[in-house]
């Protein structure tokens, strides 16, 4: 099932007009990303994947910006795995805030790389099983 993740925009995370920064919106995916993966690992997402012998870097990331987001604005993030590979998965992002307008979509894929070559390797069993589990409980 997806995941919601809550946060409030920060100060910080603003221009000085204000809006979200744009690239502050990156930092929410990765975050968001993090908590979903978190959870369906059962336990801290990065530590789990580093003890299955891979590296997840960032491979692509795509993001649509709906609505302006302002400082303390409180907005949902639902996370849910949009597709798996045989080397790489990718998550999608859905935020909305309190008035439930959607305020972005994101695109998130990760590739699982050997620690020692940094070349592509299959996923791990365990995380596919895991994002596999997201996509038949929908």
Not at 104 to 118: E, G, H, I, K, Y
């Amino acid at each position: 099932m997806p995941l919601t993740v809550s946060r409030t925009i920060l100060f910080g995370d603003c221009d000085p007009g204000g809006v979200v920064y744009t690239p502050r919106i990156s930092h929410f995916v990765v975050e968001a990303g993090l908590e979903f993966l978190s959870h369906l690992l059962e336990g801290p997402a990065a530590r789990r994947i580093f003890s299955m012998g891979v590296l997840p870097p960032a491979r692509a990331l795509s993001i649509e910006f709906l609505h302006p987001m302002t400082w303390d604005q409180k907005i949902d993030i639902e996370v849910s795995v949009k597709e798996i590979g045989a080397h790489s998965f990718s998550l999608l992002f859905v935020a909305h805030n309190a008035e439930k307008t959607e305020t972005f979509r994101a695109s998130l894929t990760q590739v699982c790389v050997s620690p020692d070559t940094m070349r592509p390797v299959l996923l791990p069993d365990e995380l596919r099983m895991a994002l596999e589990r997201d996509l038949i409980d929908r």
